[in-house]
């Protein structure tokens, strides 16, 4: 505010001097006329130029007149000025002492504003630190008993961590008891003569054959008998047949290659039914032991064709080529031909399907020994409850429209054919 008065005082100081400048100047310009006025007169002081002087005094007696009259207005103006400015100036002083009084009131009340809140605020902070004080105390009063608590918890988890301990290894103890109890402990024995006074032992060095003989059986079956040749090469090994109605002559014929040439001696077991190719591996065997009531059944290579006359024609050539390689080794063993063992087979039966019971087998030389007890000693642990079933290869059962049960076995592989004892049709493909 300070610094627009001295603005002010400065403007008004300059017009001012503009205004006495505007005055000054018809003073000189009247100094000026009436000296002209004077040369005027001197150089025209003849009476004929009295008229003209005196009509040009009077012209400047008007052109004076009329600055004067000009000077007068000026004056006014200047003076109107002059009271415009002073009353601007006094508003404006107004207007400041208005602006001071209110920038005063401002302060007083900022200044009571600031008071007061702080006080509020002195308030909040005394409030907020109680309740911090509070806070902290509950805190530490929770952080008590929550370590009470945890110790609390501490022992409980310790007391049962010991019990879980105490139980888990009467578990582990009751599990191996149990385990014992479940498995036969005493020592395996080996012999080489399995057979003792109509008793046979078989080890766990044995393979099981039940169910059709298909593709695969083979590789299942020759496996094994080269692992337990891999481990010993004294103690026999145990072809058991359980239920088995035959099957594939290809893979018949790798089985029976597989038996030939083990250096450990490979024995047949026939509990229940070995037929067909079974029958084969039972008879061409080794040594081969049965059940008196075991049924052994032979017959003829079974197989089927289609086709024209010449396909069917080469497809029986290689029937009557498997029937003399598959057939030929028994009838030798029966010490007769190919022929007279066919015809035995249809003297016995009209199918041609020749059976016979193990104890009347063992006259035919399809079974070396009758056993009246078998002791298998390769359970050493207690039998899962588990149902037996004679379909275990790749054969699966099926029912048809009339709810009759049949076997589906996959379709032979070119030139081989299945020697299968089928008369119910059971098995198809």
Not at 98 to 113: C, G
Not at 129 to 155: H, M, P, S, V
């Amino acid at each position: 505010m300070y610094y627009y008065k001295i603005l002010f005082y400065l403007v008004l100081f300059v017009f001012t001097n503009f205004v006495y400048a505007q005055v000054e100047k018809p003073l000189e310009l009247q100094v000026e006329k009436t000296l002209e006025i004077q040369q005027l007169e001197s150089q025209y002081s003849h009476n004929h130029d009295i008229d003209i002087l005196t009509e040009k005094v009077n012209m400047l007696n008007l052109q004076q007149e009329k600055l004067k009259l000009e000077h007068a207005k000026e004056l006014l103006k200047l003076k109107q000025e002059k009271e415009r400015l002073l009353l601007e100036n006094e508003l404006y002083s107004a207007r400041e002492n208005n602006l001071l009084a209110e920038q005063v009131a401002a302060k007083k009340r900022l200044s009571l504003e600031n008071d007061i809140s702080n006080k509020k605020h002195q308030k909040a902070q005394i409030a907020l630190e109680q309740k911090l004080d509070n806070l902290a105390i509950r805190n530490n009063i929770a952080e008590e008993q929550n370590k009470q608590k945890q110790l609390e918890f501490e022992a409980q988890l310790s007391a049962l961590n010991f019990r879980r301990l105490k139980l888990n290894q009467q578990i582990v103890e009751r599990k191996k008891q149990q385990e014992w109890n479940s498995q036969v402990n005493n020592p395996r024995n080996y012999l080489k003569e399995p057979f003792v006074n109509g008793k046979l032992t078989i080890s766990d060095r044995k393979i099981s054959l039940d169910g059709p003989i298909v593709f695969g059986t083979s590789d299942y079956i020759v496996e094994r008998i080269h692992y337990f040749n891999n481990k010993n090469q004294e103690y026999p090994i145990f072809l058991v047949i359980g239920y088995c109605r035959g099957g594939s002559v290809m893979e018949g014929v790798k089985i029976l290659k597989a038996m030939e040439n083990s250096l450990a001696p490979v024995y047949v077991v026939v509990k229940s039914f070995a037929a067909s190719m079974a029958a084969v591996i039972s008879t061409l065997a080794e040594r081969s032991y049965a059940y008196p009531d075991a049924i052994i059944l032979h017959h003829q290579v079974w197989s089927y064709s289609s086709g024209n006359k010449t396909e069917q024609t080469e497809n029986l050539k290689v029937l009557e080529e498997w029937s003399n390689r598959i057939l030929s080794p028994i009838a030798d063993k029966m010490e007769i031909t190919l022929t007279e063992l066919i015809e035995k087979m249809y003297k016995n039966s009209s199918s041609g399907d020749w059976m016979e019971f193990a104890d009347n087998a063992v006259k035919y030389r399809w079974i070396d020994h009758i056993v009246e007890d078998i002791q298998d000693t390769s359970f050493i642990q207690k039998p899962k409850n588990t149902a037996n079933q004679e379909e275990t290869t790749l054969a699966y059962s099926n029912v048809d429209k009339q709810a009759k049960q049949f076997s589906m076995l996959p379709k032979p592989k070119p030139f081989d054919v299945y020697h299968l004892y089928n008369p119910d049709n059971y098995y198809q493909y």
